[in-house]
């Protein structure tokens, strides 16, 4: 498949801390977008089931707003990586933090032997963002701020990875449609 023809994985992770290699994955949102169209293909809003509670930081939950109540039908995180590699096979991975959200994804496919199928390039829409917009008097490139300066809303708290998958997609279309 030619580069400009696979689908982007809009991809959005929520956690319980900042270490892919002691915090767990506890949500995935994909929004998969036709890169030539820029329409929606598919979607993917997964809570999981974290198995180490004990290791997550209070400002992560606090963040996400995990709790055991909305998190009682939780995937496991075999099942969820499984959805999400054959959702987003083929595709180009994107989000607005590339190195944050391709690490969690990456060490949730390396910990359940799920096989990565996406094409080996990322796509980072704080690079993008930055590129477009350094010169715009924008301080600063977190995703709220380059939505608010995009005319677009901001990710709602507590932050559920499909909502900030879907922020991101906003964010993706402004930048390359313009």
């Known amino acids: 498949m030619k580069i400009l023809e696979r689908p982007i994985a809009i991809t959005d992770v929520e956690t319980t801390g900042l270490d892919p290699t002691t915090h767990e994955i506890v949500e995935i949102g994909l929004i998969l977008v036709n890169q030539q169209t820029l329409e929606i293909i598919d979607t993917l809003d997964v809570k999981i089931s974290p198995e180490h509670l004990g290791t997550a930081t209070e400002s992560a939950l606090k963040l996400n707003g995990y709790n055991t109540t909305e998190w009682l ?8 990586m499984s959805l999400y590699g054959e959702k987003a096979k083929d595709a180009i991975f994107c989000s607005h933090n590339v190195t944050f959200d391709w690490s969690f994804i990456f060490e949730g496919l390396k910990k359940t032997g799920v ?11 704080f690079t993008m963002a930055w590129m477009k917009l350094r010169n715009s008097g924008l301080e600063k490139f977190n995703m709220n701020e380059v939505a608010k300066h995009l005319g677009i809303t901001e990710e709602p708290m507590p932050h559920r990875a499909i909502n900030g998958a879907m922020t991101a997609y906003e964010i993706y279309k402004r930048l390359v449609s313009n």
């Open 73 to 80: 039908n939780a995937l496991a995180l075999q099942t969820a």
């Open 115 to 125: 096989r990565n199928l996406m094409d080996y390039h990322r796509v980072d829409l």
